[in-house]
């Protein structure tokens, strides 16, 4: 059976001649949205950006501010609220490879998981650990974001809950509730919905906030083993530490 992952957002931070941009991935750039606002643009940039600006990347390309379509509910940094086109002299939109995300977070992975390689848009997302489970049909997903800049926990992980069942056919989502993980405060959540493949998934997410990373674990298996697998899912993220 094939698992599907989260994919969980967490901007790519590059500094470029003084100016900080942050670059979205493209599945959260809201085609329908945008076609309604009129915004556009795969990057935040400072509130003090304007037209024309240029910006130069670690390869040594240059790009140019082209539009601001203004504060975006997308740029959650509070230091770079304008979303922001991007793009070089050949007039084609601009993006950043990955770079390996570095964080402190670690989490043991009990026996019967096999790690496995991240992909482009998992890095994006700030993912650390992808792991499979082929014995119980279960997925993992760990990613870590930076504790400054948010203030609400409990909105940082509703938000992180919409865009889960924004990515599902016919979702359904339980309430946001607190815990404690380790000592740590925390929030955990199911969403269960239907891939595009019709294969009907039950997500568990556990976010866990530490001094200065917020680790995101994100369990999934199909959603008629998942009381099955409930208990052992919620146990993984008691093997998360580095926070």
Known sequence: MKLT?????APLTL?????????????TTGAISDAFTGAEGLHCVKANAKLGDTVQFPGGSQATVKSLSGTSTRCTNPELPIRALLVPYDNKPITSAPTPNTSKILLSLPAGWEQKTLNEQMILGGGILYATNRTTDSGLLLSA?????ITDLMAYGTSIRANQTSRLKDPQQSEVSQIEINGKKALRFDVTGLQNSGLKLKYMITVIEGATEIAILNTWTTAA?????????GQLAENVIGL
């Open 145 to 149: 974001s930076k504790r400054e800049g």
């Open 225 to 233: 083993g998942f009381e099955e697998q409930k208990g052992a899912m």
């Open 5 to 9: 992952n989260l994919i969980l957002l």
């Open 15 to 27: 500094l470029l001649q003084g100016c900080w941009f942050i670059y979205l991935p493209g599945s």
